[in-house]
């Protein structure tokens, strides 16, 4: 087929399992519709709202937090928390106000009504604030200012002549000459995919930042019912381990068959096989439908 295969970096992110993406890649290839968790929908929903919380925040709001911090004498976390409350309830009034106002909100919420969407957002407010903090410095004449000069940056890349890797860089910070590119997650403290999925982004990132400046990644954790003793971690930049390694299952998807699939090593307890509709189970189906691989 020679239609353009489009890959979300948060759907190649994971190792653990050595069927899962070359089956990605194949099943992307041929059409086949993959199934995705109840949780991705939750993350989506949770993300997208704490997302806009932080661009209004930071770069639309910043008056308001250097008015809590010069005349309310605030700490820098305070006069976060209490810009971050203010927007919180600003579009907390507005996803009531739609659901009220329109028929069919499930299609704009998800399922979820505007009270579910609140309860998942608020409790995150306040270690959002004890992490987000660090967006705000103090320059040599004494004046606050605000480090994060984009949020939801758009990347893309081809691995091959129809194989796009795409992915969404949750927020980048700027300061004195070094460029930070912050994964936010809102949801289980899966570090290891997170940190595959950070280092995939500083890989596809660094072509196109000048060698003079320094990148760094960093891993920010708000959900307080899964506390971690750092809830930012620091992730290593590496020199295309991730994509090198993302070419190869992309050889092995070409050649896919139900004998080449067998010998690849399985992680049958692995979460994961959710989100690819356990191709590996279906595998026979498939191939009977697919016969020209």
């Known amino acids: 087929m020679n239609f353009n295969v489009k890959i979300g970096v948060t759907e190649v992110n994971d190792f653990k399992c050595k069927r899962k993406i070359p089956l990605l890649f194949w099943a992307k290839k041929k059409g086949i519709e993959l199934i995705k968790p109840s949780r991705w929908r939750y993350s989506m929903i949770m993300g997208r709202l704490i ?5 209004d925040t930071f770069k639309r709001s910043l008056d308001k937090i250097l008015f809590y911090l010069v005349r309310k004498k605030l700490s820098i976390k305070d006069a976060v928390y209490e810009v971050l409350k203010e927007k919180f309830y600003e579009i907390s009034s507005l996803l009531q106000e739609l659901e009220l106002k329109y028929e ?4 704009l919420l998800e399922t979820y009504t505007a009270q579910e969407i609140i309860e998942l957002v608020e409790p995150q407010l306040e270690n959002l604030a004890e992490i987000a903090q660090k967006l705000i410095k103090l320059d040599d004449k004494g004046k606050y200012y605000s480090t994060l000069i984009d949020n939801e940056l758009t990347i893309k890349k081809r691995l091959e002549r129809n194989i796009y890797l795409h992915g969404k860089i949750d927020m980048i910070s700027y ?4 460029i930070t590119l912050i994964e936010l997650k809102t949801g289980k403290n899966e570090y290891e995919s997170h940190s595959n999925q950070l280092e995939i982004y500083g890989e596809l990132s660094r072509k196109n930042i000048p060698e003079n400046i ?8 708000s959900n307080p019912e899964c506390p971690r003793k750092n809830p930012i971690k620091s992730i290593k930049l590496t020199r295309d381990k991730k994509l090198n390694l993302l070419k190869k299952q992309i050889l092995i998807s070409k050649n896919l068959n139900k004998s080449s699939i067998n010998q690849i090593e399985q992680n049958i307890d692995y979460m994961g096989c959710k989100f690819c509709g356990q191709i590996c189970n279906r595998l026979d189906e498939i191939l009977n439908e697919f016969t020209y691989i």
């Open 175 to 178: 300061d004195n000459s070094s």
């Open 51 to 55: 997302h806009i919380l932080i661009q």
């Open 104 to 107: 069919y909100t499930d299609t």
């Open 214 to 221: 320094e990148l760094n990644l960093e891993l920010w954790y």
